[in-house]
């Protein structure tokens, strides 16, 4: 059961590295639910676990954010770009991304 919890964790976290990068990058509303996953790890999975899955977490979005403004791997949408999106539009989805978490 363990390793199943750390599992799912560590596929909860690849897949929200993807999502931050279609939603805006390391500059997007979906960042903070990094630390929703961590506590949730910290409360379900013993220490030694938690470490080694935040520390992979925060692997990912280091190498997320570095490839973004090092690199040029930009994100498809910019929430900072008033010519894809205007301000209103950003700010509701990043008030409804906060609503439902």
Known sequence: MLRFASGQMLADFVLLSAAVHCTGGVDGPLVPLFVLHGV???VL???RHTVLLLG???LL???SAGLEH???WRPAWR???RSVAP???ARAIALSCVALA
Do not use: E, H, K
Request: net charge negative; no cysteine; charged share 15%.
């Open 40 to 42: 949730f790890s910290a």
């Open 45 to 47: 999975l013993p220490r």
């Open 56 to 58: 992979t977490a925060a």
């Open 61 to 63: 979005l280091l190498a």
């Open 70 to 72: 090092l690199g040029g």
């Open 79 to 81: 929430f900072d770009d």
């Open 87 to 89: 301000a209103w539009v």
